[in-house]
């Protein structure tokens, strides 16, 4: 009963995941830059539990199938951190390179050619330390997007990678936990492909709501759902409040758009139509407000214009204007009154 379960389980998780994948190639242009990575290593994945389930429904034990199921986490790995180093396809030779080492260990497992198994070991688990490593530092840049950054994503694909590390010691050192392992390891990642796979389809049934809006000709060109508002409203006030993205004098509305995972039509109407405020208004209001924190700090023997262009202004003049349009007096005279 319970392996006719599991299999029932695996089978289903793997169906659902893969008519999401379909669904996400489709409708590429809803999700963030870099998605097709993350959606090929959702399917690369998804062998895992594919593989114990022909294992469990045929009672077919053979070499490859287990080999694949061993090695993919390789090939998970890399294609996680195309995702989150590259924000366009990167060029092929690129994405072949980390496709090397899953091809390489499949190849000496299955055809058994007589290797030095510790080095094996040792090479194995130090590229998936190593790609975790530049995982963890590529999401951590200044411009990566807000699902880069996401920490769950993070979080899930850490755990998966090292639940099958403990697998794979377990193998190693024959311990009785092998079994208990393994079955996490395929339980764990069925639930994160089926997690994934709601979401997914979420963010399609959002886009695809936009898209209906659009073509009515009695409203406006474009309307975002009141819950992907609220959404990108917390999304944006994280982006100014905590990594303060208005200090970059360089930041474009196409640069916003990215980090909230939207178009520069959707920021615009996320700002204009549910913010009553303009892109640059928006901007120049925090960096006033943090101008002020600075003026506060320093004496009236230090740089105006330093703490212009520390607050995110390109020069002097433009500053000066915006100060005394919201605080209705000069720089100079309001650090005078308040510092």
Request: aromatic share 14%; hydrophobic share 45%.
């Amino acid at each position: 009963m319970w392996l006719e379960l599991q299999q029932e389980f695996y089978l289903v998780s793997c169906l659902i995941a893969l008519f999401c994948v379909g669904m996400m190639l489709r409708y590429e242009q809803s999700f963030d830059k870099g998605m097709y990575f993350l959606t090929s290593a959702n399917l690369v994945l998804m062998l895992i539990p594919f593989t114990s389930y022909i294992q469990l429904k045929f009672n077919i034990h053979s070499v490859l199938i287990s080999q694949i199921a061993n090695n993919c986490m390789l090939l998970f790995c890399g294609l996680c951190f195309l995702f989150y180093r590259f924000d366009a396809k990167p060029k092929l030779a690129t994405v072949l390179l980390h496709c090397v080492p899953f091809s390489i260990f499949l190849i000496v497992k299955v055809v058994g050619i007589h290797t030095q198994a510790q080095l094996m070991h040792t090479i194995y688990f130090g590229l998936m330390f190593s790609y975790v490593t530049a995982m963890w530092q590529s999401r951590s840049a200044k411009n990566a997007t807000l699902l880069k950054k996401n920490k769950w994503l993070f979080t899930w694909v850490v755990f998966v990678v090292s639940l099958n590390g403990g697998v794979a010691v377990a193998y190693l050192s024959g311990s009785i936990w092998l079994y208990p392992l393994w079955l996490s390891l395929n339980i764990t990642v069925c639930f994160y492909l089926l997690i994934f796979s709601f979401a997914a389809a979420y963010r399609i049934q959002q886009s695809q709501y936009i898209q209906v809006q659009e073509v009515e000709p009695t409203k406006k060109q474009l309307q975002l759902s009141p819950s992907l508002v609220q959404s990108c409203r917390h999304d944006l006030k994280r982006l100014l409040e905590q990594e303060h993205i208005f200090l970059d004098n360089q930041l474009t509305l196409k640069h916003l758009a990215e980090l909230l995972g939207l178009s520069q039509h959707q920021t615009s109407e996320l700002l204009n139509e549910h913010m009553n405020k303009s892109f640059y208004a928006l901007l120049n209001e925090y960096r006033i407000s943090f101008a002020c924190q600075l003026l506060k700090q320093t004496t009236s023997r230090d740089n105006i214009t330093q703490i212009a262009l520390d607050s995110g202004f390109n020069n002097k003049s433009s500053f000066y204007t915006e100060f005394k349009k919201q605080i209705g007096t000069t720089p100079t005279k309001w650090r005078a009154q308040y510092a």
